[in-house]
């Protein structure tokens, strides 16, 4: 069973960073792919990064260039590093691990607005 807990979510200003975190614990494995998700208020959630236990990432087109996934493998934590937000950025935030089985974060908030 693995367990995700998210934190680092908030309110910034359009053009401001956040950084995102999710702890791991249990045992996900030496394979897995882990990432982040959004869902906006009446959209569906959609996929945001995902990074692979080979540290293979991929970026939705709306984020790339503006965000980071990172995995410390030691702490079981990934991370995802958000610059230059924009209003459309906001929703709730969830972590994502799948080891074959799937597991979700209980999601974190990220609001963008002046």
């Known amino acids: 069973q693995v367990q995700l807990v998210e934190s680092g979510g908030g309110l910034v200003q359009p053009g401001g960073s956040l950084r995102l975190s999710c702890a791991a614990s249990?045992?996900?494995?030496?394979?897995?792919?882990m990432g982040w998700y959004r869902q906006a208020p009446g959209k569906q959630r959609e996929l945001v990064a995902q990074i692979d236990s080979g540290e293979r990432t991929y970026y939705a087109d709306s984020v790339k260039g503006r965000v980071t996934i990172s995995m410390d493998n030691a702490k079981n934590t990934v991370s995802l590093q958000m610059n230059s937000l924009k209003p459309e950025d906001t929703a709730v935030y969830y972590c994502?691990?799948?080891?074959?089985?799937?597991?979700w974060g209980q999601g974190t908030q990220v609001t963008v607005s002046s």
């Open positions: 994502n691990v799948d080891t074959g089985r799937v597991y």
């Open positions: 249990g045992s996900i494995g030496r394979l897995y792919v």
